[in-house]
């Protein structure tokens, strides 16, 4: 029987590899050196720039010292916090690399049968990991690509935001107006936005104005509102006003419904901007003749390709 062997990319560059479990606030560094005898190298220190930075250099000197080529740094993604070490790894010439978080909890189990959070001994796993070659490219983004992934983080951001927002607006809309009959969409509308702005969709507010006042208004903010639906609002503010709640207690309902709206359309204007920021950093990639999908009306918006292109012709989300 014949055995093939790949040969190990990190064996092949001669590279040091350097271990890190990345805190807030610490790093935790695992590193083994030497052929016939082996020295196993631990270190603590802050995760601070000035700090990183002095540390790399001194690892990678030591690295030379032992007839190494350079270091690859390996760590897995810690919510950001990793981002320093590897940014500053990269631009100083260094192999970086990730590990998979799952891959290490179950490695941890097998190493030492616990799976309680020891950051030296995690620094140990992900080392020994990665001298099996279980490791994930560090992805290095050109600009384009890398405020695209910023944008669509901000995007995804402000779409919680948003919907936080119309989810407790609809909260105190059925506290306010609580005999209103019509589907949810119907505040998203040119109709119910009219309500929400002029009235805070107060149906005391809107009883008050006088039905012919309503009328007026309702016609004036939009110019094709229909009959039927300018009565369906009136009714149904009509039935909401008998529960008869005190006056303070509607102002302060009706203040927050505005509140909540001017939330909900201030992320939905950001929302829109920051579409409108990767539609155009999209179309500049295309214009630099970079191999991305073309935009083809009616089947993917040119937003949504911008979310997840990428450097090579493959996709991911971001």
């Known amino acids: 029987m014949k055995i093939t062997y ?13 271990a890190f479990d990345v805190s807030k606030d610490n790093l935790h560094m695992y590193t083994e050196t030497g052929k016939e005898s082996i020295s196993c190298i631990a270190d603590s220190f802050s995760n601070k720039t000035a700090v990183i930075v002095e540390k790399l250099e001194s690892m990678d000197r030591m690295a030379r010292r032992e007839d ?3 270091i690859h ?19 100083q010439g260094h192999a970086t690399s990730y590990v998979s978080g799952e891959a290490s909890n179950k490695f941890k189990m097998v190493e030492d049968n616990s799976e309680e959070k020891s950051d ?9 990991l990665a001298r099996y070659g279980k490791f994930l490219k560090y992805r290095q983004l050109d600009e384009e690509y890398n405020q695209l992934r ?54 005391y507010k809107i009883l008050q104005a006088g039905k012919a006042r309503f009328s007026q208004r309702m016609k004036k903010a939009v110019r094709c509102i229909r ?17 008869s709640y005190d006056p303070t207690l509607t102002d302060l309902l009706a ?27 999209y179309r500049g990639l295309l214009d630099q003749g970079e191999q991305l999908p073309p935009v083809i009306k009616g089947f993917v918006s040119i937003e949504n390709l911008a ?11 971001f």
């Open 150 to 203: 910023h944008y669509n983080r901000m995007h995804e951001q402000e779409q919680e935001l948003r919907n936080y927002a119309r989810s407790q607006l609809h909260h105190e809309l059925k506290v306010l107006f609580s005999e209103q009959d019509w589907k949810e969409a119907f505040w998203y509308g040119v109709s119910g936005r009219a309500v929400l702005k002029i009235y805070q969709a107060n149906p």
């Open 227 to 243: 009959k039927v639906t300018i009565e369906r609002v009136w009714s149904n503010a009509f039935a909401s006003v008998k529960l």
């Open 255 to 281: 203040s927050r419904i505005k509140q909540l709206w001017e939330d909900f359309q201030l992320h939905e204007q950001r929302i829109k901007s920051i579409k409108q920021q990767m539609a155009g950093i």
């Open 68 to 70: 190494y080529k350079g």
């Open 120 to 128: 030296p001994r995690d620094a140990r796993v992900i080392f020994k």
């Open 73 to 91: 740094i390996i760590c897995e993604p810690s919510g950001g916090y990793e981002s320093k070490l590897m940014t500053l790894a990269t631009k």
């Open 307 to 317: 979310r997840i292109c990428r450097r090579d012709r493959s996709f991911y989300r």
């Open 6 to 18: 790949k040969i190990d990319k990190i064996k092949r560059n001669n590279w040091l590899n350097i």
